[in-house]
């Protein structure tokens, strides 16, 4: 069976910080994984994700998450934070690597101090 | 491609009442899911099809709950007797195949029973 946990429930950066929200998977097969970020009252937008190859992937708006086999981990990550990356971001891993049939964590609300 | 569509963004529900959302997917996707999300939660799968096969159902389906792809295209979720548990978002999701790992999610339709 596969699982994510996300460690934080909520983070707060200042305005030009270092963006880093943790997560850890289970998975008993090679995983996909995936950061989806949402914004209040809406769907969920992919940031980025990883499949096989390279383990560092770049996303959009200039997050970037490596793949740690060994630790497990699927580290979400931004230099410098901005006002309009407060949200909420979720890790997800794909099951059974089907794409669309996601097993999400409990997600990381990231406020972004002034 | 306008995105996946969802209707009604919002529904307001008396506790006993039944409800029925819509989901149009991206025109040429033949794989679309249902997830629900809880306040400070992340996603949960509900089910899935592959054209107008659904394919799998949650055990948090009950029986209160159906779904349907008629002709493979737009899907609907009912939900029968509303309960106060049932406030929650509920997302709609579509890919182009099984191992496509570009999934689209929906903006959520957001259902309160009173």
């Known amino acids: 069976a596969q699982s994510v946990t996300q460690l934080g429930s909520h983070v707060s950066v200042s305005e030009g910080a270092l963006v880093l929200l943790r997560c850890n998977y289970s998975?008993?097969?090679?995983?996909?994984l995936f950061w989806y970020v949402q914004y209040p009252n809406q769907g969920l937008q992919l940031l980025l994700k990883?499949?096989?190859?390279?383990?560092l992937v770049k996303g959009i708006n200039g997050f970037e998450a490596e793949f740690k086999k060994s630790e497990t981990s699927f580290h979400l990550t931004k230099p410098s934070a901005h006002m309009s990356d407060a949200a909420e971001y979720f890790c997800?891993?794909?099951?059974?690597?089907?794409?669309?049939?996601?097993?999400f964590g409990q997600g990381t609300e990231l406020s972004v101090k002034p | 491609d306008t995105g996946v569509s969802q209707d009604p963004r919002h529904k307001i529900t008396k506790r006993g009442q039944n409800v029925t959302f819509r989901c149009d997917p991206i025109?040429?996707?033949?794989?679309l899911y249902w997830y629900r999300q809880t306040l400070g939660q992340g996603p949960e799968f509900l089910t899935y099809?592959?054209?107008?096969?659904?394919?799998?159902k949650s055990r948090l389906l009950s029986d209160r709950f159906s779904a349907e792809r008629p002709k493979g295209s737009f899907s609907t979720l009912e939900i029968q007797r509303t309960e106060q548990g049932d406030s929650a978002m509920y997302l709609c999701?579509?890919?182009?195949?099984?191992?496509?790992?570009?999934?689209?999610f929906g903006s959520g339709t957001r259902l309160t029973v009173v």
């Open positions: 999701a579509s890919s182009l195949r099984e191992t496509s790992t570009a999934t689209t």
């Open positions: 998975s008993s097969v090679p995983p996909y």
């Open positions: 990883y499949t096989t190859g390279a383990t």
């Open positions: 997800a891993v794909s099951v059974g690597n089907q794409g669309g049939k996601l097993i």
């Open positions: 025109s040429e996707h033949n794989r």
């Open positions: 099809f592959q054209n107008e096969a659904q394919l799998e």
